[in-house]
């Protein structure tokens, strides 16, 4: 069966130099994002250094960095300087501070100036609706939306994320962003309602080929793994 994923972006999530080595050369890839959690987990202790980096590795496709500062003044700061990295930087601001403090004033003010932001943490329609109207009219921006951690309450992301589609739909220079993936079902979920971009992990990306495979074929080559396994084991009864 083919999966038909329309106009749907495919952006690469981790901090992975090797992983995002690789995956520059996927026909499917067409953007970067990071953030501190992926960093630190993947070892970066230079953040700067590693950014360049990356800037240098990706010279041609949108990329996302974070700021870090819990203030929104040195937010601004350090928003201001990752722009300056190149034109096809997106700087992630939260959409609260760790004080749930709303970070509308500082998106009006780098949106003012020409910074392409990546408004990241939103899960509800009514955060989408009020980082649209700071944003809208201004230069590119992504709003990313946590599907996955929707989901992960209990709740179905679908018509959370169709819902924040139609509060977008007067603002053509806002994308929105299905981010925090954690299927490929997800993929098929997203290009489905119309949602322009989602963000995909390295090791997710690696199932790609999976994406509307023939089910009794797969039935089958799992039995055929479950067996070799227990022979490589040397199990016996």
Request: charge should be negative; proline fraction near 5%; glycine fraction near 6%.
């Amino acid at each position: 069966m083919a999966i038909d994923l329309h106009d749907l972006k495919l952006f690469a999530d981790g901090a992975d130099r090797a992983g995002i080595l690789k995956l520059r050369d996927h026909p499917m890839i067409k953007g970067f994002t990071t953030n501190p959690t992926l960093m630190r987990c993947a070892g970066i202790d230079d953040y700067e250094s590693f950014a360049l980096d990356l800037m240098q590795l990706v010279p041609d496709r949108p990329v996302s960095f974070e700021v870090f500062s819990d203030d929104f003044d040195t937010m601004e700061d350090q928003a201001r300087k990752i722009a300056s990295w190149g034109d096809h930087v997106y700087v992630k601001v939260p959409i609260t501070n760790t004080r749930g403090d709303s970070s509308a004033e500082l998106q009006q003010r780098l949106a003012g100036a020409g910074v392409k932001i990546n408004v990241t943490a939103l899960m509800t329609v009514a955060q989408v609706e009020r980082t649209v109207a700071n944003l809208a009219g201004g230069p590119p921006a992504f709003i990313s939306v946590f599907a996955g951690r929707i989901a992960d309450t209990g709740r179905d992301p679908v018509p959370i994320m169709r819902d924040a589609l139609a509060a977008m739909a007067a603002a053509p220079n806002i994308e929105l962003m299905w981010a925090s993936t954690r299927e490929l079902l997800n993929v098929v979920q997203a290009a489905s309602i119309g949602c322009q971009i989602i963000t995909v992990t390295h090791d997710l990306l690696k199932k790609l080929p999976v994406l509307g495979r023939d089910l009794d074929e797969f039935s089958l080559d799992t039995v055929k793994m479950f067996h070799r396994d227990a022979q490589y084991a040397g199990y016996s009864l």
